[in-house]
């Protein structure tokens, strides 16, 4: 949410510092995301009068300019400006100035073999508007040397607050200076003298708006108001500037009263054109198929869910988050309908998200806009459009009815101590409460608190505490340490957690490193598991969908990473909970320990030759370990094969087993991975693997410096006749580290050396 510190101030009255303003916010909950100062930009520029102005020597339409910025020594300016002119007042920018538009900074330099310092710059080149035809023109009166930033008065700093989602009163302008006001910063202005022309609704003559809603659960309330006779154009200034200042592009008038209020108030309107509307509008379902050309030059497609705004002829407005294309004003519109009108929160949330489809208006209705201020709404900008446009208004058409019965909380003032850890005075909480515009009565104890229908996010006493806390200020909370009871603290871990914490220590101590992965997997890395019993509805990504039926995917992939950084040896641990469906089909989970062992067992050495790798025996002596220290009988377990216990197909055939206690209490699994998940050669059975090793090693002599066959496998998904053959690439770099490009040629050479023994890569 972005506003100017002088539109905050329409709201509030304060004599209160921008520092002072900007700490508040953040003490009150509105998070301060950043201020900029726009004159911060312009302020070395300066107003300048044009002393003389004569031709260019070498060039037609170029002007050798004296320009005087109050500096004491004129300057030479060369100017291509059509309005340059002797006595012409605008704006210089020195020799060093950088210029926003065309983002360079100022040098001297020689145009056509004259020297030139400095420049006279035009609306676009300062980033003021798209006028690049001539330089600026200031009144004659201006005063010269002046900075031109606080001449035009741009020194107004933009604000910029993260408004949470409870929050959607403060989604609006007026809404921040109510929260500044309730904290003591200053006082809120009456709506009435924020807007001079009246807030009360316009009692219109002549034909009605058509409006109604069929849709009361998506759409409870539409009231609309006919403006006829009246004139489009551009914005006045103070509108274009406040938009422009907090990033809105201004459209014409009509558009930007609707983006005004909106921002302003926090109440999202929209104007269509009635001369392209086929008979009156109604807010109901769409029906499924149904397509509308949206305001952002896209086409979306709908369903029976979701709410429009429809004539008798074609859906004009995703009801609540964006206007049609078909029915938006032009600079030829002369009648309007103004709309304003309650949309279901839930109901903006679910269709935005399945069209994909943000905007401002979405932001506030999905939160939750006030769902009292459609009267004062629809009166505030058709008198707004009636002063700036002209024209005369009908009478206000209300269709439905807005939820806006009141609420009530029951509360007792000593319960913000009791909860919030901070006392009080009961004084003061009626204050800010009152101030934050809710109803107290304080006649009887607990109190009957009137929520305001601006906040639907407060349900209970523990919102009030929060209320009264945050204005407060939570840094007013003492800090109270905890009570302690006298002598030796108890243990209070439970035999479960004494039993983990025995585990990962000896874990630790058997040279093995602990991971912490995501309980979250894809159907991809499941599959091989069996898949999961439980996918998200709504995951953070396609990659963590799956609540893991095992540890190992995780397990795996953070070898894999630690493999690919030239770790040669890999030895990890995770304890951590898998995921099943129950025979009832509710949820189960398990506490399990996983081990991966990947690369060398023990490295290449001089007294040992060459590197040793892990084996299924040396996963099964961890197991063991670690189910001792567990507290299983290890010395009871029997191993089963997998043709009897059937450990999974993520394990190696004939190097897999599971340790039971019995025939059928399994404890653990174990085994070497099967070589379906590794990349591997093909190769005729009766192919030495010498010889693959050495073609690969002479594919590239100056850059292999070792290859070796790491597993060996036939049988299922292995043709018949045929050997897997997984090999293990050494390389060096001598100058610097492998590109892309590099590692791939390195690896097209591997596969054409092993192609011609017969070798084809497997998939």
Request: hydrophobic share 40%; with cysteine; glycine share 10%.
């Amino acid at each position: 949410m972005k506003f100017t510190l002088s539109w905050l101030k329409e709201h509030l009255d304060t004599d209160a510092s921008l520092n002072e303003i900007t700490d508040r916010l953040t003490a009150i909950g509105l998070e301060l995301e950043g201020v900029e100062n726009p004159a911060d930009a312009l302020r070395p520029f300066r107003v300048a009068r044009v002393l003389e102005a004569g031709p260019h020597p070498n060039a037609d339409k170029l002007r050798l300019l004296k320009v005087d910025d109050g500096s004491g020594t004129p300057w030479q300016v060369v100017c291509g400006a059509p309005n340059a002119r002797t006595g012409l007042v605008g704006v210089f920018g020195p020799p060093g100035t950088y210029v926003p538009g065309p983002a360079f900074t100022l040098k001297p330099a020689k145009i056509r073999d004259v020297e030139s310092f400095g420049m006279m710059c035009s609306y676009r080149e300062l980033e003021l508007g798209e006028d690049h035809d001539g330089i600026i023109e200031l009144p004659e009166d201006a005063p010269v040397g002046t900075s031109f930033a606080d001449y035009a008065g741009f020194d107004d700093p933009v604000i910029e607050v993260s408004v949470t989602p409870n929050k959607q009163d403060c989604m609006g302008v007026r809404g921040i200076a109510r929260d500044l006001a309730a904290s003591g910063i200053g006082t809120l202005k009456p709506l009435s003298e924020v807007y001079r022309s009246g807030v009360d609704p316009v009692e219109g003559s002549g034909e009605a708006a058509d409006v109604r809603t069929d849709d009361p659960a998506g759409c409870p309330a539409f009231y609309a108001q006919n403006v006829s006779g009246l004139k489009n154009g551009p914005a006045p200034k103070w509108m274009a500037d406040r938009l422009k200042a907090i990033g809105q592009k201004p459209i014409s008038v009509l558009v930007d009263i609707t983006n005004f209020v909106s921002i302003d108030l926090g109440r999202p309107l929209h104007v269509y054109d009635r001369a392209k509307l086929s008979g009156g509008l109604v807010a109901r379902k769409a029906a499924d198929g149904e397509e509308v050309l949206a305001l952002n030059g896209k086409t979306y497609k709908l369903d029976a869910s979701m709410t429009v705004i429809a004539d008798a002829k074609q859906v004009h407005d995703i009801g609540g988050i964006m206007g049609g294309e078909d029915s938006g004003v032009s600079d030829e519109t002369t009648d309007v309908l103004i709309e304003c009108a309650y949309f279901e929160p839930e109901h903006i949330a679910r269709t935005g998200q399945k069209l994909m489809l943000t905007s401002d208006a979405r932001q506030r209705f999905e939160r939750g806009v006030d769902p009292a201020f459609l009267e004062q709404g629809l009166a505030i900008a058709t008198r707004l459009v009636l002063d700036l446009c002209g024209g005369t208004a009908s009478p206000v058409t209300r269709s439905g009815t807005a939820p806006v019965e009141p609420r009530t909380v029951a509360y007792d003032p000593a319960y913000c101590a009791a909860l919030g850890g901070i006392d009080v005075a009961a004084s003061e909480q009626q204050a800010i409460l009152e101030r934050l515009g809710f109803g107290v009565d304080c006649s009887a104890t607990p109190w009957t608190i009137t929520v305001p229908t601006w906040r639907r996010d407060v349900a209970g006493k523990a919102d009030i505490v929060e209320e009264v806390v945050r204005i407060t200020g939570i840094d007013a909370i003492p800090s109270t340490p905890l009570p302690r009871l006298p002598g030796v603290a108890r243990p209070t871990a439970s035999p479960a957690q004494l039993q983990e914490r025995r585990v990962r220590r000896l874990a630790a101590a058997r040279g093995l490193n602990e991971a912490v992965n995501w309980s979250f997997i894809s159907d991809r890395e499941a599959a091989p598991f069996g898949g999961g019993d439980w996918v998200l509805a709504n995951p953070i990504s396609e990659d963590l969908k799956v609540m893991r039926p095992s540890l190992l995917p995780g397990l795996l992939s953070a070898a894999k990473r630690n493999l690919d950084r030239g770790a040669g040896s890999v030895r990890l641990f995770e304890v951590g909970r898998r995921y099943f469906k129950a025979e009832d089909g509710t949820s189960l989970e398990r506490t399990t320990l996983g081990i991966v062992l990947a690369g060398d067992k023990t490295p290449r050495d001089w007294r040992s030759g060459k590197a040793q790798a892990f084996t299924a025996h040396d996963v099964k002596a961890e197991v063991l370990a670690l189910l001792d220290a567990a507290g299983a009988p290890a010395a009871k377990l029997m191993d089963f094969a997998p043709d009897a216990a059937g450990p999974g197909d993520h394990y190696h055939p004939g190097q897999a087993a599971t340790l039971r206690l019995g025939p059928k209490n399994v404890l653990a699994a174990y085994g070497t991975l099967h070589p379906s998940t590794a990349r591997a050669f093909l190769v005729d059975a009766k192919l030495p693997a010498g010889d693959l090793v050495r073609a690969v090693k002479g594919a590239d002599k100056k850059n292999i410096t070792d290859a070796r066959v790491f597993d060996s496998f036939a049988g299922q998904g292995v043709p018949e006749g045929k050997l897997s053959l997984a090999i293990e690439v050494t390389l060096q770099p001598v100058d610097k580290s492998f590109g892309d490009d590099e590692l791939k040629a390195i690896a097209d050479a591997v596969v054409k050396a092993a192609a011609k023994l017969g070798a084809e890569l497997r998939g």
